[in-house]
Nanobody, 111 residues
Framework: QVQLVESGGGLVQPGGSLRLSCAAS????????MDWYRQAPGKQRELVAS???????NYADSVKGRFTVSRDNAKNAVYLQMNSLKPEDTAVYYC?????WGQGTQVTVSS
């Protein structure tokens, strides 16, 4: 059974940082690209960052230079380091692999 479990969300002030984690189980983690998506209220879910099975990364233009995606194949985990957070980064962040989604973790950027 595939499981993706996100953690690390919360409330942070503008300019602050958060690190999201996604613990994966139930599939061959090293064979899959891993993605982070986000969905803000009233908006469509959008791709934030991806990391291939070989460690190649891609980012949405809106987060380039501020967010960093990484993976630890030994721990079956993927991370999203988010720096210089802005109010417009407020959303539920989801971990994604293949056809599977995590339950999401709320990130709120507000003073």
């Amino acid at each position: 059974q595939v499981q993706l479990v996100e953690s690390g969300g919360g409330l942070v002030q503008p300019g602050g940082s958060l690190r999201l984690s996604c613990a994966a189980s139930g599939f061959s983690f090293t064979l899959y690209a891993m993605d982070w998506y986000r969905q803000a209220p009233g908006k469509q879910r959008e791709l934030v960052a991806s990391i291939s099975r070989f460690g190649m990364t891609n980012y949405a233009d809106s987060v380039k230079g501020r967010f960093t995606v990484s993976r630890d194949n030994a721990k079956n985990a993927v991370y999203l380091q988010m720096n210089s957070l802005k109010p417009e980064d407020t959303a539920v962040y989801y971990c994604h692999a293949g056809p599977s989604w995590g339950q999401g973790t709320q990130v709120t950027v507000s003073s």
